[in-house]
């Protein structure tokens, strides 16, 4: 069973960049497709981008392509969320999540969360 622990989460303003953190422990993490998922205020939990074993795949939703890059480092069992121009509707919580079924965006494919990390964008 893997654990997940997200970082790197704050407030920042409108334009502005940060990088999201997801360390995995506890299993062999290049066996796990990982994924980052968010909550903002009053909405349902919507997919944002996903990573195959080896890295070599991604998929992103529409809303985040060409401002989100989500990378891995299996050396460091570690995922990352680069998020830049950031907008406030890019406020939530973001979870990452771990799975075996390969590229997945839906929430209920995936076996193991994160805790999650506070964004707030402000504008």
């Known amino acids: 069973q893997v654990q997940l622990v997200e970082s790197g989460g704050g407030l920042v303003q409108a334009g502005d960049s940060l990088r999201l953190s997801c360390v995995a422990s506890?299993?062999?993490?290049?066996?796990?497709?990982m994924g980052w998922f968010r909550q903002g205020p009053g909405k349902e939990r919507e997919f944002v981008a996903a990573?195959?074993?080896?890295?070599?795949?991604?998929n992103y939703q529409d809303s985040v392509k060409g401002r989100f890059t989500i990378s891995r480092d299996n050396a460091k069992n570690t995922i990352y969320l680069q998020m830049n121009s950031l907008k406030p509707e890019d406020t939530a919580v973001y979870y990452c999540a771990a799975q075996w079924l390969g590229i997945q965006t839906a929430a209920n494919r995936y076996s193991y969360w994160g805790q999650g990390t506070q964004v707030t964008v402000s504008s």
């Open positions: 990573i195959n074993r080896s890295g070599g795949s991604t």
């Open positions: 506890g299993g062999t993490f290049s066996n796990y497709n």
